[in-house]
């Protein structure tokens, strides 16, 4: 069936990826024609909850055929609170299009989705969209873009324009002009008088960033010589690969333009599936980036086969919210798995905020218990937690809008009314003064009776050094085997403070005491050094803790200027 090269959209929340999607597909004939976010037809962002939010909350995967070439086609969320989905999915991908607005004053949105792309080394190239409403020079959105990235931005196309608009480009690696035209390829023209200067000037500066690579192409520049077609092709596939370069190409999605010249990108320089398949250590293998759970077939492992299908399982074909049975995959295929137990990906670090959850009717404790595990499973920036203080099921996702998506996904597909609250602020105790205590624990009722006494010491520690227990006890007062147990009772009494809440940083010494030969006890210290902390707590000034919560913020130094920055990070980090 011949390779399948993966190709992933991402770019900033707005930017128009969805748009693209469904231009992508229809220029294949994959779709009868291209769906509207606005008007809730497209094929990507589906389901209820991206169509109400108007924006992607999920991966959308479709297959494409473009001039016998085969492509995984997929659309990531860009909003922030979404843009976990592709975590684990980003590495596996041949190719990924970074989808930018062409207002410079919105470059610096790409900036995190750049930082991510790089950081999983994967291959890429800017798609300026929206260029029929561009007003400003591309060369400005160059320029606002280049601090960001690693690698040197190397612009593939020159706009032509007729006044502030752009009606074509000349592709400066072919050296032709074409020309726009609404629902119809665009059109070769002749190059417009007066542009010949500046293509020049943009055609050796793409030539420049690929000579760095290459002494061949560097060699003819120097000598003033026209470079060999097809070593520049071969340069612009191999450093782009390489990521040595950032091509950049622009077009609009809703307009057509640009969707075939970016076709031709995608089929002559998206690196062969091997390179991904050594990125994620999966050669021959099968890459699990997520788990579904669809209503028609159940759970589905999604995954990236760089070889044979694991044994026992059934190749699902994706298509948007749309499954199939699959034909034969080929090697880079992106399928879903059935009735197979391979692996899951790994959960995300834990996010910043949770909810307590509880089912409306005490009934669907059972029914809540099993789907959330699907919920969590599903999207793997949920973590199921248990609140040790108050024993309550936290759910915790990336943002407060993530778990808001969590909790309609949770109604809808499984119909559990539930109940949320804010987790309890976890306050802290400490005390300010010494303090001492003593405690006699006594209790007769026949046979062996339980006896301890217990004289205790408690002293605020600095910030951060937890708990400390030591004995002070002379002359046998208190046999040696029953320190353990006072150290235990001592705990007990930390865990609930004078004012309701666990006592830290405090310092705990047994002073005295007195036993008895038959009655003494474990329990009985235990319990005696319990009564004596918890007196001694009271004397000591308890007070509660503020609690703080530490923010870290990264920003390009062009947004902030020192004197600002200094302020910003001051309030951050000793705010509440």
């Not at 494409?64 to 979404?82: C, E, K, N, Q």
């Not at 300026?128 to 873009?145: K, M, T, Y």
């Not at 005696?528 to 990264?554: C, G, H, N, W």
């Amino acid at each position: 069936m011949g390779e399948v090269r993966a190709v992933g959209l991402v770019g900033p929340n707005g930017s128009g990826k969805t748009s693209l999607f469904e231009a992508l597909l229809a220029a294949t004939g994959t779709l009868a024609r291209a769906g509207s976010v606005e008007a809730g037809t497209s094929l990507g962002d589906a389901s209820p909850e991206a169509r109400a939010r108007r924006q992607s909350t999920e991966l959308s995967i479709a297959d494409m055929t473009w001039l016998g070439d085969r492509f995984a086609l997929v659309d990531t969320p860009g909003s922030v609170h979404f843009a976990h989905d592709a975590a684990h999915l980003l590495p596996a991908l041949d190719l990924a299009i970074l989808v930018v607005d062409p207002d410079p004053a919105r470059a610096g949105l790409a900036q995190p989705v750049l930082k991510a792309i790089e950081a999983a080394g994967v291959p890429h190239l800017i798609f300026v969209n929206r260029i029929d409403q561009a007003r400003g020079r591309i060369r400005d959105l160059i320029e606002a873009l280049q601090p960001m990235s690693a690698a040197p931005l190397v612009a593939r196309q020159l706009p032509i324009r007729e006044g502030e608009a752009v009606t074509g480009f000349v592709d400066l690696a072919l050296e032709r002009a074409w020309r726009y035209r609404p629902g119809k390829p665009s059109e070769p023209i002749a190059m417009p008088e007066g542009l010949a200067e500046r293509e020049h000037e943009a055609r050796f500066h793409m030539l420049e960033a690929l000579a760095d690579h290459d002494d061949t192409l560097l060699e003819a520049l120097v000598e003033g010589a026209e470079p060999d077609a097809a070593r520049v092709f071969a340069d612009l596939r191999e450093e782009l690969a390489a990521n040595h370069i950032v091509p950049l190409l622009f077009g609009s999605a809703t307009s057509g333009w640009g969707i075939t010249r970016l076709l031709k990108a995608m089929r002559h320089e998206t690196p062969a599936p091997a390179a991904a398949a050594a990125r994620v250590h999966a050669p021959g293998g099968a890459f699990v980036f997520k788990v579904s759970h669809a209503a028609a077939v159940g759970r589905l492992a999604l995954a990236r086969l760089f070889g044979p299908l694991p044994a026992g399982a059934a190749a699902i074909a994706l298509k948007g919210d749309e499954t199939a049975k699959a034909t034969v995959p080929g090697v880079g295929a992106i399928v879903g798995l059935a009735k197979s137990d391979v692996a899951a990906p790994a959960p995300l670090p834990a996010g910043p905020v949770s909810l307590i959850v509880t089912p409306h009717d005490r009934k669907d404790d059972v029914r809540l218990s099993g789907a959330l595990a699907k919920l969590v499973e599903e999207d793997v920036g949920l973590r199921l937690e248990r609140d040790e203080e108050s024993g309550h099921v936290a759910l915790r996702g990336q943002s407060d809008e993530h778990l808001r998506l969590a909790l309609d996904r949770l109604a809808r597909r499984w119909g559990v009314a539930v109940d949320t609250a804010p987790p309890p602020t976890p306050y802290r105790e400490a005390i300010r003064a010494r303090a001492a205590h003593r405690a006699r624990h006594k209790k007769q009722s026949g046979g062996h009776g339980q006896f301890a006494d217990v004289a205790v010491e408690v002293w605020p520690l600095a910030r951060g050094e937890g708990f400390i227990f030591e004995s002070r006890v002379t002359g046998g007062a208190i046999p040696k085997q029953y320190f353990g147990a006072c150290e235990a009772g001592a705990r007990d009494a930390l865990a609930e403070g004078p004012l309701g809440f666990p006592v830290v940083d405090v310092g705990v010494a047994i002073t005295d005491g007195q036993a008895h030969s038959v009655d003494s006890s474990d329990l009985a210290f235990r319990t005696a050094a319990r009564m004596a902390v918890a007196e001694a707590l009271k004397a000591a000034r308890p007070y509660l803790l503020e609690p703080v919560a530490k923010v870290s913020i990264d920003a390009p130094a062009a947004a902030t200027s020192p004197g600002q920055q200094t302020n910003s990070e001051w309030k951050l980090s000793s705010g509440l």
